[in-house]
């Protein structure tokens, strides 16, 4: 989870610490002083954080990840 602590469109309350709350092993990497725009404002740190992220992921982890039976009310998108 990635969000800025000065969005005013999605407060950071409600939207990225909430978020991370209810994912189990979430990781919640916030954007100090970012507004809602990070795509436009922090690009670069933004696909920098995004290519480590994807970058941790093995294939073995995304195959055992896919393959579990997903919870109900959860989607497995891999």
Do not use: C
Not at 1 to 24: C, R, T
Not at 49 to 60: I, N
């Amino acid at each position: 989870m990635i969000h800025g602590d000065d969005d005013q469109v999605v407060p950071f309350e409600v939207g990225g610490k909430a978020s991370a709350a209810l994912i189990d092993d979430a990781e919640l990497v916030v954007y100090p002083g970012a507004p809602h725009g990070i795509t436009d404002t922090h690009k670069d740190q933004l696909n920098k954080d995004l290519l480590a992220f994807l970058g941790s992921w093995s294939g073995a982890r995304i195959r055992r990840r896919a393959s579990a039976d997903p919870r109900p009310g959860t989607a497995i998108g891999m």
